[in-house]
Protein backbone atom coordinates (compact mmCIF):
# COMPACT_ATOMS: atom_id res chain seq x y z
CA UNK A 1 0.00 0.00 0.00
CA UNK A 2 2.49 2.46 0.99
CA UNK A 3 4.53 1.45 -2.70
CA UNK A 4 1.26 2.98 -4.57
CA UNK A 5 0.98 6.61 -2.36
CA UNK A 6 4.92 6.95 -3.16
CA UNK A 7 4.50 6.10 -7.04
CA UNK A 8 1.05 8.39 -6.74
CA UNK A 9 3.48 11.05 -5.15
CA UNK A 10 6.18 11.02 -7.61
CA UNK A 11 3.72 10.73 -10.43
CA UNK A 12 2.43 13.81 -9.14
CA UNK A 13 5.09 15.94 -8.43
CA UNK A 14 6.80 15.18 -11.70
CA UNK A 15 2.93 16.08 -13.53
CA UNK A 16 2.79 19.20 -11.65
CA UNK A 17 6.91 20.11 -12.52
CA UNK A 18 6.03 19.18 -16.38
CA UNK A 19 2.75 21.64 -16.05
CA UNK A 20 5.03 24.46 -14.31
CA UNK A 21 7.17 24.57 -16.93
CA UNK A 22 5.20 24.41 -19.88
CA UNK A 23 2.64 27.24 -18.72
CA UNK A 24 6.45 29.05 -17.67
CA UNK A 25 8.06 28.58 -21.42
CA UNK A 26 4.51 29.53 -22.75
CA UNK A 27 3.31 26.49 -24.26
CA UNK A 28 -0.40 27.49 -23.89
CA UNK A 29 0.09 30.78 -25.20
CA UNK A 30 -0.76 32.35 -28.52
CA UNK A 31 0.68 33.94 -31.09
CA UNK A 32 -0.56 36.97 -32.75
CA UNK A 33 0.40 37.20 -36.78
CA UNK A 34 -0.04 40.64 -38.65
CA UNK A 35 0.78 42.40 -41.90
CA UNK A 36 2.67 45.37 -40.43
CA UNK A 37 4.68 48.68 -41.67
CA UNK A 38 8.30 48.37 -39.39
CA UNK A 39 10.72 50.89 -38.36
CA UNK A 40 14.58 50.47 -39.34
CA UNK A 41 16.93 49.05 -36.91
CA UNK A 42 20.81 49.61 -36.49
CA UNK A 43 22.81 46.24 -35.09
CA UNK A 44 25.98 45.02 -33.94
CA UNK A 45 26.44 41.05 -34.61
CA UNK A 46 28.84 37.78 -35.76
CA UNK A 47 28.19 35.68 -38.23
CA UNK A 48 27.18 31.79 -36.41
CA UNK A 49 27.40 28.49 -38.59
CA UNK A 50 26.01 25.33 -37.60
CA UNK A 51 22.54 25.06 -35.88
CA UNK A 52 20.20 27.79 -35.15
CA UNK A 53 19.75 27.22 -31.65
CA UNK A 54 23.25 26.83 -30.54
CA UNK A 55 23.43 30.81 -31.74
CA UNK A 56 22.54 32.02 -27.88
CA UNK A 57 26.59 32.11 -27.53
CA UNK A 58 27.43 34.44 -30.24
CA UNK A 59 24.12 36.81 -28.98
CA UNK A 60 25.90 36.99 -25.92
CA UNK A 61 29.23 37.91 -26.79
CA UNK A 62 28.06 40.82 -28.43
CA UNK A 63 25.51 41.91 -25.95
CA UNK A 64 28.41 41.66 -23.03
CA UNK A 65 30.88 43.95 -26.37
CA UNK A 66 28.04 46.28 -25.99
CA UNK A 67 27.15 46.19 -22.29
CA UNK A 68 30.96 46.79 -21.99
CA UNK A 69 30.29 50.17 -23.61
CA UNK A 70 27.32 50.94 -21.71
CA UNK A 71 24.26 50.10 -24.20
CA UNK A 72 21.17 47.98 -22.39
CA UNK A 73 21.26 46.36 -25.22
CA UNK A 74 17.45 45.61 -24.92
CA UNK A 75 16.38 43.73 -27.71
CA UNK A 76 18.78 41.27 -29.11
CA UNK A 77 18.42 39.72 -32.30
CA UNK A 78 19.18 36.57 -34.56
CA UNK A 79 19.10 36.73 -38.44
CA UNK A 80 18.28 33.18 -40.18
CA UNK A 81 19.29 32.82 -43.50
CA UNK A 82 19.73 29.64 -44.39
CA UNK A 83 16.06 26.74 -44.41
CA UNK A 84 16.64 24.01 -42.01
CA UNK A 85 14.65 22.05 -44.26
CA UNK A 86 16.66 22.46 -47.22
CA UNK A 87 20.67 22.89 -45.68
CA UNK A 88 22.58 20.13 -43.12
CA UNK A 89 22.55 22.01 -40.22
CA UNK A 90 26.29 22.35 -39.72
CA UNK A 91 26.49 24.50 -42.76
CA UNK A 92 22.93 27.08 -41.52
CA UNK A 93 24.04 30.46 -41.40
CA UNK A 94 22.92 32.78 -38.74
CA UNK A 95 23.23 36.54 -37.66
CA UNK A 96 23.22 36.99 -33.70
CA UNK A 97 23.31 40.25 -32.13
CA UNK A 98 22.28 43.40 -30.32
CA UNK A 99 20.40 46.03 -31.76
CA UNK A 100 22.64 49.18 -30.87
CA UNK A 101 21.41 53.16 -30.59
CA UNK A 102 22.94 53.89 -34.10
CA UNK A 103 25.72 53.35 -36.61
CA UNK A 104 28.63 51.98 -35.31
CA UNK A 105 31.41 52.53 -37.69
CA UNK A 106 33.27 49.39 -38.52
CA UNK A 107 37.37 50.21 -36.82
CA UNK A 108 34.89 50.57 -33.38
CA UNK A 109 34.04 46.89 -33.75
CA UNK A 110 35.97 43.80 -32.41
CA UNK A 111 37.42 41.39 -34.66
CA UNK A 112 34.49 39.28 -36.17
CA UNK A 113 32.00 41.53 -35.87
CA UNK A 114 30.22 43.59 -38.11
CA UNK A 115 27.52 46.69 -38.12
CA UNK A 116 24.49 46.65 -40.33
CA UNK A 117 21.33 49.03 -40.76
CA UNK A 118 18.67 46.87 -41.42
CA UNK A 119 16.09 49.28 -42.79
CA UNK A 120 12.34 49.75 -42.17
CA UNK A 121 9.78 48.03 -44.29
CA UNK A 122 6.47 45.70 -44.67
CA UNK A 123 6.51 42.29 -42.51
CA UNK A 124 4.69 39.50 -41.80
CA UNK A 125 5.41 40.06 -37.74
CA UNK A 126 4.50 36.97 -35.63
CA UNK A 127 4.18 37.99 -31.36
CA UNK A 128 4.84 35.14 -28.90
CA UNK A 129 5.17 35.68 -25.35
CA UNK A 130 7.59 32.56 -24.62
CA UNK A 131 10.74 30.65 -24.96
CA UNK A 132 12.35 31.04 -28.73
CA UNK A 133 12.48 27.70 -28.31
CA UNK A 134 9.06 26.65 -29.14
CA UNK A 135 8.98 28.95 -32.40
CA UNK A 136 10.29 26.33 -34.57
CA UNK A 137 7.19 24.32 -33.17
CA UNK A 138 4.42 27.17 -32.64
CA UNK A 139 5.53 30.21 -34.23
CA UNK A 140 6.62 29.35 -37.95
CA UNK A 141 3.84 26.96 -38.29
CA UNK A 142 1.21 30.22 -37.93
CA UNK A 143 3.21 32.49 -39.87
CA UNK A 144 3.72 30.41 -42.40
CA UNK A 145 -0.50 29.72 -42.93
CA UNK A 146 -0.83 33.68 -42.55
CA UNK A 147 1.87 34.26 -45.32
CA UNK A 148 -0.16 31.53 -47.70
CA UNK A 149 -3.22 32.77 -46.57
CA UNK A 150 -3.10 36.55 -48.06
CA UNK A 151 -0.77 34.95 -50.79
CA UNK A 152 2.20 37.24 -50.12
CA UNK A 153 5.58 36.37 -50.98
CA UNK A 154 8.33 37.03 -48.17
CA UNK A 155 12.43 36.68 -48.19
CA UNK A 156 13.96 33.33 -46.92
CA UNK A 157 15.48 34.86 -44.27
CA UNK A 158 13.64 35.45 -40.80
CA UNK A 159 14.75 37.56 -37.89
CA UNK A 160 13.74 37.27 -34.26
CA UNK A 161 14.08 39.92 -31.86
CA UNK A 162 14.18 38.80 -28.14
CA UNK A 163 13.00 41.33 -25.63
CA UNK A 164 13.56 40.01 -21.76
CA UNK A 165 11.62 42.45 -19.73
CA UNK A 166 11.69 40.76 -16.13
CA UNK A 167 10.50 37.14 -15.86
CA UNK A 168 8.46 38.20 -19.59
CA UNK A 169 10.27 37.04 -22.72
CA UNK A 170 9.08 37.96 -25.61
CA UNK A 171 10.16 37.12 -29.68
CA UNK A 172 8.63 38.72 -32.38
CA UNK A 173 9.56 37.27 -35.34
CA UNK A 174 9.88 39.49 -38.87
CA UNK A 175 9.17 37.95 -42.40
CA UNK A 176 10.15 41.08 -45.08
CA UNK A 177 7.75 41.44 -47.70
CA UNK A 178 8.60 40.95 -51.49
CA UNK A 179 5.42 41.89 -53.34
Not at 87 to 99: A, D, I, M, P, W
Not at 100 to 123: A, C, K, M, T, W
Request: aromatic content about 16%; hydrophobic content about 40%.
Amino acid sequence: MIFRWFFLFIFLAIASTMLYVSFYIGLFRSVEVAQEERPGFHAVYKLHLGPYHKINPVIEEVESWAHGLGWRCQISFGEYLDDPNETNEHHLRSHGGCVVPGPVEPEDLPEGFNYRYFPEGEFVVARFRGSPALGPMKVYPKAVRFIHQQNLEVAHEVIELYTNEGPEFETTYLFRILN
